[in-house]
Nanobody, 118 residues
Framework: VQLVESGGGFVQPGGSLRLNCSAS????????VSWYRQAPGKEREEREM??????????YYAGSVKGRSTISRDNAKNTSHLQMDDLKPEDTGVYYC??????????WGQGIQVTVSS
């Protein structure tokens, strides 16, 4: 299983970004797709879940992004996305996509930098 993120970059406060995660090598059911953020100065182990979409359609959003972000998944293309609007400096960090598969568990991408600054 390979996950590759794209769509990150530099954006001014109030701007928008759409993060993309492209999955390959998936040959089992997907339980959920998620996005995590590793804040500046934090270790990778301290990354926090930003959003999750389960295979039932239920969603979770961290309080810091709720109302400003939307997680989605395209089953046919094996992609997941995180639309982030009204970005704030505190949204800065390395964003990781994670797919949880029913048999093999969690898989992670390499991460992509998002910087929100004026």
């Amino acid at each position: 299983v390979q996950l590759v993120e794209s769509g990150g970059g530099f954006v001014q406060p109030g701007g928008s970004l759409r993060l993309n995660c492209s999955a390959s090598g998936i040959d089992e059911r997907v339980y959920s797709v998620s996005w995590y953020r590793q804040a500046p100065g934090k270790e990778r182990e301290e990354r926090e879940m930003v959003a999750r979409l389960s295979n039932t359609g239920s969603t979770y959003y961290a309080g810091s992004v709720k109302g400003r972000s939307t997680i989605s998944r395209d089953n046919a293309k094996n992609t997941s996305h995180l639309q982030m609007d009204d970005l704030k400096p505190e949204d800065t960090g390395v964003y990781y996509c994670s797919w949880s598969l029913v048999r093999s568990g969690a898989h992670w991408g390499q991460g992509i930098q998002v910087t929100v600054s004026s």
